[in-house]
């Protein structure tokens, strides 16, 4: 991993880029985020779909988030130990390996019509990512002043949100409009070619990143990495609690996220097939991809724990209008938190590893590892939608979103 120099105390430096270099690095890693956004986020077309193949209820539904974000919390840890021993490189070509394996793995899940199969294929893939995660984050942050650290890493998860924008669109056309009256097998074989193309892309990719002279930043992680042990980290408060957070914002992104789809099918809400609600689930990742093109320009003018507060506080207030609403204001008040998450994950992200110093690289897989937030907190929305109605569940990243105008507003400020 990566320190990010402080005045606070020593770290180390990373070598002297030039401009070029700079560009380079930021345009191949930024296809990166592209790609994990997309893949993530065909994760909520998978949600309805293996619902209705299997017949499943929301709990067991949820254990799709569980088993791809679960990875994140198993496997974060050994990534940034690969990463600092490999290289920001070599970790990235092996995360998109891993990848195109899990993804390969969908097409026997299909031909086995199994759930365990296609639990296990998500977690080899969400492994994966995992890597990617681990290598790109603090990867962006160094590529240039630290004090605009967040300005780029909002900039660089605009293009994830693009990702997360397309998948609906695509994954809801290529999956769920071909399956309408056909049989089990039939349906899950819909997955087969969507996933066989992902497999190509991301091979492919790996190809091309293994190619690519990228800047060497090894020697930053071997000297990040060693000096300092996990327990430290743990001991820094604005740290922890910015663990707590992005698990909140991650479990709260990805639960309404999960549920859009029955959300929208719901008749007091818009009462939408599952195939026209698809289309509905890109708006809901474009205001993310939104946000974050105007959050990198507006945190080089405000703060980012201060615009971090006001969107967390901005969610709560829409998740309270898509709980209690009704009809197509319901269903646009849910879809605009998209807007408001945007700036979160950088965010929290850049406040979290600040004035860190040698701990940054055990920083990073902290907050990698709180990612995790994602498995469970779809999980509990789950329990909550099969008790009230999934409208009703919504109070549950509510919730979240609260903690996280704390964090913005205080604790990301205690030392």
């Known amino acids: 991993m990566v320190a990010i120099p402080t ?102 899940a299909a031909d086995f019509l199994s759930y365990a199969f296609f639990l296990a294929a998500l977690f080899v893939l969400a492994t994966g990512v995992t890597l990617l995660q681990v290598a790109a984050n603090p990867y962006v942050s160094v590529l240039g002043a630290p004090e605009t650290a967040s300005s780029r890493l909002n900039l660089a998860q605009a293009f994830n949100s693009l990702g997360t924008t397309i998948a609906p669109f695509l994954g809801g056309w290529l999956i769920l409009s071909h399956v309408n009256g056909t049989g089990a097998l039939a349906q899950a074989a819909a997955v087969k070619g ?40 743990l001991k820094v408060p604005h740290l922890v609690l910015g663990a707590v957070g992005i698990f909140l914002y991650v479990g709260a992104e990805v639960s309404i996220g999960s549920y859009l789809i029955n959300f929208m099918g719901e008749p007091g809400v818009a009462g939408f097939t599952p195939e026209r609600a698809a289309g509905y689930v890109g708006y809901y990742w474009m205001g993310a991809m939104i946000g974050r093109f105007i959050g990198s320009a507006l945190t080089q003018r405000i703060g980012a724990g201060s615009l971090l507060a006001f969107n967390a506080a901005a969610a709560a207030l829409l998740c309270a209008a898509g709980m209690l609403g009704a009809g197509h204001a319901a269903m646009w008040a849910v879809l605009a938190i998209g807007l408001f998450n945007s700036v979160m994950f950088p965010n929290i992200f850049t406040l979290g590893i600040a004035r860190l110093g040698r701990l940054t690289g055990h920083g990073s897989s902290l907050l990698i590892m709180a990612i995790v937030g994602g498995a469970l907190v779809p999980v509990a929305m789950g329990h909550a939608a099969d008790l009230l109605g999934v409208q009703h569940s919504l109070f549950i990243p509510a919730l979240c979103y609260l903690y996280i105008i704390y964090y913005g507003l205080s604790g990301c400020r205690k030392k």
Not at 46 to 69: E, T
Not at 91 to 96: A, D, K, N, W, Y
């Open 7 to 108: 005045a606070g105390g020593p770290a180390p430096q990373a070598p002297p880029m030039s401009a070029a270099a700079r560009r380079t690095g930021l345009i191949v890693v930024t296809a990166l985020f592209f790609m994990w956004g997309f893949i993530t986020c065909l994760n909520d077309i998978l949600v309805p779909h293996l619902k209705a193949v299997f017949d499943l209820n929301y709990v067991r539904a949820s254990l799709i988030q569980f088993c791809f974000f679960g990875a994140y919390f198993i496997m974060s840890f050994p990534a940034g130990w690969l990463v600092s021993r490999w290289g920001y490189q070599t970790g990235m070509v092996t995360g998109l390996l891993t990848c195109g394996t899990g993804t390969i793995l969908f097409i026997p």
């Open 194 to 233: 969507p996933y066989l193309l992902l497999s190509t892309l991301l091979l492919l990719l790996a190809g091309v990143i293994h190619q690519v002279k990228l800047p060497h930043l090894r020697g930053v992680e071997e000297n990040a990495g060693h000096q300092e042990t996990f327990a430290h980290a």
